[in-house]
């Protein structure tokens, strides 16, 4: 059984004490958390250099934070990975085995989530520890990648594309159909067949609209209507870019 300490309790750090505590061939073995005080499935750790022995430490702070606390982790010669989708390695201490066991997801504490379905990348200094990071993957059921730090980084900022500017366009079509008392669940059946789609189709091939068809008279009315400066921006520059995109 793999002994495993979660360090960090942000989103990542809370859905991967879920994800180990449910597992059977994992050992939760402590989670270090500043703001959490007691957790019944684990024990809760609130100051670093007490954290016990594991197989596995794994850091889930923000990106400027992995180096300190991998500086404060007291042991030597053990695996102490980061999930960060932007940060080489090699800001872990080295006086422990480093790698990566990113889970490419967005995580939110008030939903649950198929673990299963989480794409794990894993990259790690030598074999041995990348086969145990597969090994942590395969035995919680996920899938695993094995991804170099350039091409993480990639893939990174095409999940912050696809994931968190996606969500904050949903966030100003709410705001315009709130602006006429609409109600935004009318919209939801679109976003979802847009997201099915593109499990049918290539987003290339998918792509319709104004700017796809060169109906220029949509997009200006469009454009009068927006009053936000920076939206109307917004839906000039993507316009124009899908209609450069298509030759029209």
Known sequence: MIKVTVIGSGNVGFHLVNLFYNSKKIHLNEWYSR???????VKVI?????????????????????????????????LVVHTSGSTPYEVIN?????????????????????YSEIPFCVEAE???????????????GCKFYEIGYEERKTLHLAAIIS??????????????????????????????????????????????????????????MHEEMLKN?????LYKTISQMINEKYGN
């Open 126 to 140: 030598n074999e041995d520890d990348l086969k145990e990071l597969k090994n942590l993957s395969e035995i919680n």
């Open 35 to 41: 703001s959490i005080k007691f957790d019944p499935r």
């Open 229 to 233: 400066d920076d939206i109307k921006t």
């Open 163 to 220: 994931n968190n500017f996606t969500n904050f366009l949903f966030g100003i079509s709410k705001e315009l159909i709130e602006s006429k008392n609409l109600n935004f669940d009318i919209l939801k059946p679109l976003i979802r067949e847009t997201v099915n789609k593109i499990h049918k189709l290539d987003p290339v091939k998918a792509q319709t609209g104004p700017a796809r068809r060169n109906d220029n008279n949509i997009i200006k």
């Open 46 to 78: 609130n100051q670093i250099q007490k954290l016990a022995e594991s197989d596995i430490f794994i850091i889930c702070v923000n990106d400027e934070s992995i180096s300190e606390i991998s500086d404060n982790i007291d042991f030597e010669g053990k």
């Open 94 to 114: 080295k006086k422990n085995r480093r790698g990566v066991f990113y889970p490419l997801q967005t995580f939110s504490k008030s939903l649950d989530l198929d």
